[in-house]
Each structure stands twice: as structure tokens, then as C-alpha cells.
Nanobody
Framework: QVQLVESGGGLVQSGDSLRLSCAPSGPSYSTYRMAWFRQAPGKEREFIATIDWSDGSTSYADSVKGRFTISRGAAKNTMYLQMNMLKPEDTAVYYC???????????????????WGQGTQVTVSS
């Protein structure tokens, strides 16, 4: 069982930056795919970015490409989401998620992830 603990949310102004962290623990998470999703009030959970924990390859949603960066720490025990040029429409609860690497289904669908963090609120004021 993989456990995920997020941190780093908060209240910022439009144009500011924020970095979210997700610390995985448990057996075999090094062979997992990790991702960030977000959910705004009244909306479905939305894919943000994903990273293959074994080779570091990444993929992003068009809405955040060029502004957000997903990465793993040098020790490969923390995942980050660096968010720059934040906009009010980025306001949401942000979740980290994990699933085994051998899953062949699309990594952009929240329903394909087995493990979830508790979520962290990001609020961007205009």
C-alpha cells in the first residue's frame, strides 16, 4: 500500500508562484507512475501532470503547459509541482496520485489511479 502526503498549498495572488510537494511511502513506489490532479468546486477532477517515477518522463495538460513543472527530488522520495504565473482559474484542491507503471490505460484519467493524497488547497486571488 502506497501512502501519499501532500503539502505546500496556500493563498497567493495572480502571477505568483507556489510549489506543492507529495511524499510517497510504502513498498515499490519506485515502480509507479505519479501524477497531480486538481478539483475546483462543482467541477470534475482534472489531470494536471504526470511523471514516470522510474525514468522521469513527464506529460502535462495543455492548460498548465509552460507554467507548471512536475519533478521528483534527487533522492526520488518526493514529487513536486512548481506552479508559476498562477491564475485565479488555477484555484482548486490539488491531489497527488499513484498507480503501478505496468498499467497500460491512459495516465490522464483519474479513475486509473489507485492511491491518492488528502489534497491541498490552492487559492489564487485576482
Amino acid at each position: 500500500q502506497v501512502q501519499l502526503v501532500e503539502s505546500g498549498g496556500g493563498l497567493v495572488q495572480s502571477g505568483d508562484s507556489l510549489r506543492l510537494s507529495c511524499a510517497p511511502s510504502g513498498p515499490s513506489y519506485s515502480t509507479y507512475r505519479m501524477a497531480w490532479f486538481r478539483q475546483a468546486p462543482g467541477k470534475e477532477r482534472e489531470f494536471i501532470a504526470t511523471i514516470d517515477w522510474s525514468d522521469g518522463s513527464t506529460s502535462y495538460a495543455d492548460s498548465v503547459k509552460g507554467r507548471f513543472t512536475i519533478s521528483r527530488g534527487a533522492a526520488k522520495n518526493t514529487m513536486y509541482l512548481q506552479m508559476n504565473m498562477l491564475k485565479p482559474e488555477d484555484t482548486a484542491v490539488y491531489y497527488c496520485a499513484a498507480r503501478p507503471n505496468y498499467y497500460s490505460s491512459t495516465p490522464y484519467n483519474s479513475g486509473t489511479y489507485n492511491y491518492w493524497g488528502q489534497g491541498t488547497q490552492v487559492t489564487v486571488s485576482s
